[in-house]
């Protein structure tokens, strides 16, 4: 019995260890997906990568192709998941069904515009033209608020017996609330029930929507109630946010703190932006107890609550005007172990100045500074923004310099033209020389040469005993007369 035991022992270890190390294995191997899936910047092409992996004699596999595909769409990497679909037909990976000619009329529409949606569809073959191209190709123009070509390729569809899904009337209303055709989406939602076209959750939040959206609360409780009515369909959380948003535009308080404890209802345990929603729409209402609770309760359900929760949940408290809360928020963020995100300190600095307290917002990101933290452009502007407001033009001044010095080529950000104005008119008036070349300099990075730098240049020049001869050379080379404003300048600075 003892060696039979002893084999049985010896077996189950070999073979626990074997699996782990099968086990192991599958998880570190590398797959396509693998290699795709981490390279998030948008200029980063995908090719080079489908191609050594073909070279380097691996298998491609359409399923594999078609979850990388998916998966950047659902990331929005359009212009990656096109690279993906554009590779797979080029290849012949696979023969093209109609719903794989779709998904690629999306990207295109979405990467290119519905031009080169329309000429790729106009390209397929006829029994390519289904149902679904035609309706990636209707939701192209919708999403470009194309209204007569959305209108006229529906009223086709329609003729062909191709219209009548739930999705390509939601489309319509959808055209119609991008365009503020509000009036029109109520009609759209009458001829679904006529004529039997299922209507989802989706069909009736936009309808309530537009009821929201032209004030009309009674219209927007009948669709409501109608909506609560239907056997088929479980009213959602949003769909009791989205109502609750507009009582609390119209200032039915007590209407929206209904509609909110039956959004909260219907919420997942795990739902973050559901309550992250919900705890917006508690702060507009100005109710901090509400907030402070889904915050708790959000923090016990989503235990691994990501930064968006910090972000809405600092929002709404430095709307509250509850900072000592906020900055009790901020330090448990900074010590939660989630990852660094610029915007959440963000949140706190600009309640800091809408509020007033610019210097708070400005020790901040002095405290982040001192940590090694990153800051950005847009968060020392506002700063600098406030103070200008304030009349501390110094400050805002050494404050959009410390912008300028963390701007990176291609992020996006501009700074406050207000804001700008009053720094070159200051440096034009007070300014050495040398502080105006250094501060144009650096502005040159985010903006083109323009008349207002020219004219802080004269003025410095000409108070500092300068000619401005090659300025004004320099002024017409970049395209820039002199205008009224460029010679009273030169007549009142040389008279002082």
Request: neutral net charge.
């Amino acid at each position: 019995m003892i060696p039979k035991l002893k084999l049985s022992i010896n077996t189950q270890i070999h073979n626990a260890v074997f699996s782990r190390f099968y086990y192991t294995n599958r998880i570190n191997k590398t797959t396509l997906y693998s290699i795709i899936s981490p390279l998030g910047n948008p200029g980063t092409r995908i090719e080079p990568e489908l191609d050594n992996w073909v070279k380097n004699g691996n298998k491609v596999r359409v399923g594999e192709l078609q979850r990388i595909i998916r998966d950047l769409r659902k990331r929005k990497r359009f212009s990656q998941a096109l690279e993906v679909s554009d590779w797979m037909n080029r290849k012949g990976i696979c023969v093209f069904a109609p719903c794989d000619h779709a998904v690629q009329l999306d990207l295109i529409g979405r990467v290119h515009g519905f031009l080169s949606a329309e000429s790729y569809f106009s390209n397929l073959k006829d029994d390519e033209k289904t149902y679904q191209t035609y309706g990636a190709l209707l939701n192209c123009y919708v999403r470009q608020r194309q209204t007569d070509k959305a209108l006229s390729h529906f009223r086709k569809m329609k003729e062909m017996g191709i219209a009548l899904s739930t999705l390509s009337y939601n489309d319509i209303m959808c055209l119609y609330s991008k365009t503020g055709q509000y009036e029109k989406v109520p009609d759209v939602l009458t001829e679904m029930k006529a004529k039997n076209i299922f209507t989802d959750n989706f069909s009736y939040r936009i309808c309530i929507n537009s009821y929201g959206a032209r004030s009309d609360i009674e219209g927007m409780e009948i669709i409501l109630r109608e909506m609560e009515s239907q056997p088929h369909i479980v009213v959602d959380w949003s769909t009791y946010a989205s109502a609750a948003h507009f009582y609390i535009k119209a200032n039915l308080i007590d209407k929206a703190s209904d509609v909110l404890k039956k959004a909260e209802e219907r919420l997942e345990q795990k739902d973050g932006i559901g309550y992250n929603f919900l705890i917006s729409l508690y702060a507009s209402l100005g109710n901090k107890s509400e907030v402070l609770r889904l915050w708790d309760l959000e923090k016990t359900a989503c235990k691994r609550y990501i930064n968006r929760g910090y972000i809405t949940m600092l929002e709404a408290l430095m709307k509250l005007g509850e900072h000592e809360e906020a900055e009790k928020v901020l330090k448990e963020w900074e010590l939660s172990g989630n990852s660094y995100d610029t915007r959440i300190p963000n949140a706190v600095i600009i309640g800091y100045c809408n509020n007033g307290l610019v210097q708070k917002a400005e020790a901040i990101l002095e405290d982040l500074v001192e940590k090694g933290k990153a800051t950005t452009p847009n968060s020392w502007a506002v700063v600098a923004a406030g103070y200008f407001d304030a009349g501390k033009t110094e400050r805002g001044f050494q404050c959009m310099k410390a912008a300028l010095s963390v701007y990176v080529e291609g992020k996006g950000w501009k700074p406050d033209p207000k804001v700008i104005t009053s720094i070159l008119s200051k440096l034009g008036d007070e300014g050495s020389v040398q502080e105006v070349e250094a501060f144009v300099a650096a502005l040159r990075t985010v903006i083109p040469m323009n008349r207002q730098m020219y004219h802080a240049f004269i003025k410095a020049n000409i108070r500092n005993g300068k000619g401005v001869d090659e300025l004004l050379d320099s002024m017409k080379a970049d395209g820039i007369d002199e205008d009224e404003e460029t010679k009273e300048i030169l007549v009142c600075t040389m008279e002082k």
